[in-house]
């Protein structure tokens, strides 16, 4: 019987085809696992970098990552806020958010989370109150500037205890805003301006001024304070000051009404070109009238600047002759002094036309 070759029931090349074929899947399944890697990383890096979007934000106080992330995405500075709250919290960052306005652009989330977090200042608005504004010119100002005028000015004038400071005694603030230039953030709040403004007065109340206070008799720091407000009312400039000071620290110290026309236009709510002695605004009492009452009003008529301040501190009192001046007048552009009321009528008389 003669031996017969065995047929096989599958071709060489199937039989080669298809030990092949799981490691063409694995191959097929690695690319298409590096492709979804690849395009996942795209995405990402899509998602994380720059917008070309410049815009204004702002960053409320107390915002998380999240509430960050979502203020950014509305606005256009990244293009996922969920992605952006992930890098803050991986990086820490999420801790050191800095409230606030912001011109930020979308230059990528490591930019702007350096931007909110460290890196940049929150927008500000530069304001100059002059020496001798009141506060409801204060007020305005801040105003014109979109800052919140109506409540300073309402604080101002009811304060509450915890924006008082302890030396202010009179029914109102003024007097107590030191007049200066002042970089305010754009989200600052009426309290935020009035601490500001209060504690940068506080500085000129130094042990030496307090010390200083006692020598001249006046009683307290409030004292001084509306002392130097009516000062700066009245001086046309810093040389009169000094001399200005005088005459009314010695008409204090003999019980002489100071007489003060700036103080009798504040009472009655006016500027002091508006009074009109015709119409008895004069004989109008208010506690701030000083001709109708002796010695200082309950406050402050305006905020002095440390021009007024010190010169309270260091008054020019008397003549050459050791005689103490009690009168002043102002007429063709210049300041008359006088030790009596026979002198000042007569300088009234030859220069006030």
Same mark, same amino acid.
């Given at each position: 019987?003669?031996?017969?070759?065995?047929?096989?029931?599958?071709?060489?090349?199937?039989?080669?085809?298809?030990?092949?074929?799981?490691?063409?899947?694995?191959?097929?399944?690695?690319?298409?696992?590096?492709?979804?890697?690849?395009?996942?990383?795209?995405?990402?890096?899509?998602?994380?970098?720059?917008?070309?979007?410049?815009?204004?934000?702002?960053?409320?106080?107390?915002?998380?990552?999240?509430?960050?992330? #979502?203020?950014? +995405?509305?606005? %256009?500075?990244?293009?996922? /806020? &969920? $992605? @952006?709250?992930?890098?803050?919290? =991986?990086?820490?960052?999420?801790?050191?958010?800095?409230?606030?306005?912001?011109?930020?652009?979308?230059?990528?989330?490591?930019?702007?989370?350096?931007?909110?977090?460290?890196?940049?200042?929150?927008?500000?608005?530069?304001?100059?109150?002059?020496?001798?504004?009141?506060?409801?010119?204060?007020?305005?100002?801040?105003?014109?500037?979109?800052?919140?005028?109506?409540?300073?000015?309402?604080?101002?004038?009811?304060?509450?205890?915890?924006? #008082?400071?302890? +030396?202010?005694? %009179?029914?109102?603030?003024? /007097? &107590? $805003? @030191?007049?200066?230039?002042?970089? =305010?953030?754009?989200?600052?709040?009426?309290?935020?301006?009035?601490?500001?403004?209060?504690?940068?007065?506080?500085?000129?109340?130094?042990?030496?001024?307090?010390?200083?206070?006692?020598?001249?008799?006046?009683?307290?720091?409030?004292?001084?304070?509306?002392?130097?407000?009516?000062?700066?009312?009245?001086?046309?400039?810093?040389?009169?000051?000094?001399?200005?000071?005088?005459?009314?620290?010695?008409?204090?110290?003999?019980?002489?009404?100071?007489?003060?026309?700036?103080?009798?236009?504040?009472?009655? /709510?006016?500027?002091?070109?508006?009074?009109?002695?015709?119409?008895?605004?004069?004989?109008?009492?208010?506690?701030?009238?000083?001709?109708?009452?002796?010695?200082?009003?309950?406050?402050?008529?305006?905020?002095?600047?440390?021009?007024?301040?010190?010169?309270?501190?260091?008054?020019?009192?008397?003549?050459?002759?050791?005689?103490?001046?009690?009168?002043?007048?102002?007429?063709?552009?210049?300041?008359?002094?006088?030790?009596?009321?026979?002198?000042?009528?007569?300088?009234?008389?030859?220069?006030?036309?």
């Amino acid at each position: 019987m003669d031996d017969k070759p065995t047929l096989s029931a599958t071709p060489p090349d199937e039989t080669r085809e298809a030990s092949k074929s799981p490691t063409r899947w694995i191959l097929r399944g690695v690319l298409l696992m590096f492709v979804l890697l690849v395009a996942l990383l795209g995405y990402a890096l899509y998602l994380m970098g720059p917008t070309g979007v410049t815009a204004q934000v702002q960053i409320p106080r107390g915002s998380g990552a999240a509430a960050v992330g #979502r203020i950014l +995405e509305q606005a %256009g500075l990244v293009r996922s /806020g &969920y $992605l @952006f709250a992930q890098y803050l919290r =991986f990086s820490g960052q999420d801790k050191a958010l800095k409230p606030g306005y912001y011109r930020l652009e979308g230059n990528g989330l490591r930019a702007i989370a350096l931007a909110i977090t460290g890196e940049s200042r929150p927008l500000t608005v530069r304001i100059t109150f002059p020496e001798g504004w009141r506060a409801v010119d204060m007020a305005q100002r801040l105003s014109e500037n979109n800052l919140d005028g109506p409540r300073f000015l309402e604080l101002v004038n009811n304060p509450p205890s915890e924006l #008082r400071p302890a +030396e202010a005694k %009179g029914p109102t603030l003024e /007097g &107590y $805003l @030191f007049p200066a230039t002042y970089d =305010f953030p754009l989200d600052f709040t009426a309290e935020d301006v009035i601490r500001t403004m209060t504690r940068r007065m506080e500085q000129e109340f130094t042990p030496e001024a307090q010390a200083r206070l006692q020598q001249l008799g006046l009683q307290s720091i409030h004292d001084w304070v509306t002392l130097a407000s009516i000062v700066q009312a009245e001086a046309a400039n810093s040389g009169e000051k000094p001399v200005i000071a005088g005459v009314f620290l010695n008409r204090l110290e003999i019980g002489m009404p100071l007489q003060a026309d700036p103080t009798v236009a504040y009472g009655l /709510g006016k500027r002091l070109p508006e009074l009109d002695r015709g119409a008895g605004d004069f004989e109008k009492d208010t506690p701030y009238n000083t001709y109708t009452r002796r010695g200082l009003p309950p406050g402050a008529i305006s905020n002095p600047g440390t021009e007024a301040l010190r010169a309270v501190l260091n008054p020019v009192r008397t003549n050459e002759k050791g005689q103490k001046y009690l009168y002043f007048l102002h007429a063709q552009g210049r300041l008359f002094l006088n030790v009596d009321f026979e002198g000042h009528l007569r300088d009234t008389a030859k220069y006030y036309r």
